[in-house]
């Protein structure tokens, strides 16, 4: 069954390469660069799964003055309170990050993230995770 994945990334060069993989298992990969974009998909298309590195642009659309390095937690946070129309609160999240900030990974991780990989993080790991994600988003559909 064919998904629709979007990352949040505002350094594309570092996750367009999970996307010929993804795509040759049938799934749809898009990315947004900043906070704004990622509202604006979230809101006009149905995701299943949302890879969310913690440091990007925030944009005006999560919270006015939000800290860059804090733009992921701020979306999430976000997402998670169903502040976000047409976006489920409960939509499967992975973090892929550079940031290394126990504090934040915690408030994160209590936000209820699928999984919370490091970067860097190797091609394989990644896309086992997100098959994983997408397996378990599968399975749990199938019984309401």
Known sequence: MACNILFVEDEGRGVTPYFSALRKLGHTCELARDGDEAI????????DLICLDVM????????????????????????????????????QVIVLTAVMDE????????????????????YKIAIQTINNALTKQRVL????
């Not at 604006?40 to 995701?47: E, I």
């Not at 504090?103 to 190797?122: D, F, H, N, W």
């Open 103 to 122: 504090e934040i990974e915690e408030q994160m991780r209590a936000l209820g993230v699928t999984e919370y990989l490091k970067k860097p993080v190797s």
């Open 40 to 47: 604006d998909k979230l809101m006009n298309k149905n995701f």
């Open 56 to 91: 990007f642009p925030s944009g005006d659309s999560i919270r006015k003055g939000a800290e860059s390095r804090q733009a992921g937690l701020e979306l999430l946070a976000k997402i998670r309170s169903n502040r976000v129309d047409n976006c489920s609160s409960k939509i």
């Open 141 to 144: 559909s199938a019984y309401p």
